[in-house]
């Protein structure tokens, strides 16, 4: 007979959902932003004066995200783990919860990179790297977590799959971005410029 999650399990994941909710508008208006500002910089790559100002603005976009994307999750991920009173009167919710901090820390955490470097990309239109990623991704996640369900693993594993999905995505993403340029500062060879598709 299958395990069916209980009431207080159930809740905890909701509460935890709702918190990343509220982390996620903080970490998408760096992308919106890189949307907005980024394109007409890119339309202009053969100047290398564009080219740098573009690179400068990129990075200069991920520290912010990647400073706000800690201030804000840190304080959403402190609530479960130290405060849950908070959130709710129920003892068995409020131990249920407790667990799932420490995903939802390093999921909101791995948000950061992702969010601004899919705006970057969106403004150099590498729209088939994109779609290729997010292909993949969705292809693999469901079936990691349908092998949880059928372990009948806690909803703490879950979410652990979900902080690995954004870590893929973050890799996948900023990779595209910065490897290029790594490789090009390192070993002075060519690499692809990344330039939109």
């Not at 990343?20 to 907005?36: D, K, N, R, W, Y």
């Not at 799959?161 to 893929?168: N, R």
Request: proline share 6%.
């Amino acid at each position: 007979m299958p395990l069916i999650p209980g009431d207080a399990t159930l809740a905890a994941h909701q509460i935890v959902l709702s918190l990343f909710f509220f982390i996620s508008p903080f970490l998408e208006v760096i992308s919106q932003t890189a949307q907005a500002f980024l394109p007409s910089y890119f339309t202009e790559m053969d100047d290398a004066r564009y080219r740098n100002s573009a690179d400068m603005l990129s990075s200069r976009m991920l520290k912010i995200g990647l400073a706000v994307g800690a201030l804000v999750t840190g304080a959403a991920a402190s609530i479960p783990r130290f405060f849950p009173g908070i959130l709710t009167n129920d003892v068995a919710v409020q131990t249920a919860v407790r667990p799932l901090a420490l995903p939802l820390l390093l999921g909101g955490l791995l948000t950061a990179p992702v969010a601004v470097s899919e705006g970057i990309l969106l403004a150099r239109r590498e729209l088939g790297f994109l779609a290729g990623v997010y292909v993949l991704s969705t292809a693999l996640f469901p079936s990691i977590v349908f092998k949880v369900k059928q372990a009948q693993g806690p909803v703490v594993h879950v979410w652990a799959c979900f902080a690995g999905f954004q870590l893929f995505r973050a890799l996948c993403f900023t990779g595209r971005i910065w490897l290029p340029k790594l490789w090009l500062k390192m070993f002075g060879g060519s690499a692809e410029s990344g330039k939109g598709e």
